[in-house]
């Protein structure tokens, strides 16, 4: 069964970084590329970022490129967040999730975890 | 970048037929075959219903359809039931090398 856990939410300071962790299983991690997609309280969808199969190629939405960094470790069926100058828009539940077969559609989701950004 | 347009509601009768457009640019709907559904109960984790336009996940009920005609995808969900009341997002790659989501359509099943 596959299974996306994410864990490192929490409140956080405007300003400051988080690092939001994902534990995959149930699946070769290593051949599949991982996302990241956030909804904010009472609202829609919206994609974060990417990252392919070995990390050598990763992608961010405007609203977070040069804030935050997306990495894995293969060896752990890890998927990492690191999320810096946090600012109060990214107050959202963020969910990893994996991609099908390079359709840029999300066939699992994990549960998400809260961030929540205030002072 | 703009999220694509999706209405904000449609209804529906149990037994009927509902179609939600999404609405985007030569940039992203139009120009790819990348184009996604999603299904998100109240307080749930989104569920795949839709890849590639038109293609449904092992599991998924024929009931939901998908198509595109240039810059807009249709979901159509036939013979509604009570359970298909959610949310629905359609997705999309853009020329940009992102994803970039509708904003969402609550469908109300009457």
């Known amino acids: 069964e596959v299974q996306l856990v994410e864990s490192g939410g929490g409140l956080v300071q405007p300003g400051g970084s988080l690092r939001l962790s994902c534990a995959a299983s149930g699946f070769p991690f290593e051949n599949y590329w991982m996302h990241w997609v956030r909804q904010a309280p009472g609202k829609g969808l919206m994609w974060v970022s990417r990252?392919?199969?070995?990390?050598?190629?990763?992608g961010y939405a405007d609203s977070v490129r040069g804030r935050f960094t997306i990495s894995r470790d293969n060896a752990k069926n890890t998927l990492y967040l690191q999320m810096n100058s946090l600012r109060a828009e990214d107050t959202a539940v963020y969910y990893c999730?994996?991609?099908?077969?390079?359709?840029?559609?999300?066939?699992?989701w994990g549960q998400g975890t809260l961030v929540t950004v205030s002072s | 970048q703009s999220a694509l347009t999706q209405p904000a509601s449609v209804s529906g009768s149990p037994g009927q037929s509902i179609t939600i457009s999404c609405t985007g640019t030569?940039?992203?709907?139009?120009?790819?075959?990348?184009v996604s559904w999603t299904q998100q109960h109240p307080g749930k984790a989104p569920k795949l219903i839709i890849f590639n336009v038109s293609n449904r996940p092992s599991g998924v009920s024929n009931r939901f359809s998908g198509s595109k005609s240039a810059n807009t995808a249709s979901l159509t969900i036939s013979g509604l039931q009570a359970e298909d009341e959610a949310d629905y997002y359609c997705g999309s790659y853009t020329s940009f090398n992102s994803v970039i989501f509708g904003g969402g359509t609550k469908l109300t099943v009457l």
């Open positions: 030569s940039s992203d709907v139009g120009g790819y075959d990348h």
């Open positions: 999730v994996r991609e099908w077969w390079a359709s840029s559609a999300f066939d699992y």
């Open positions: 990252i392919n199969t070995d990390g050598s190629n990763t």
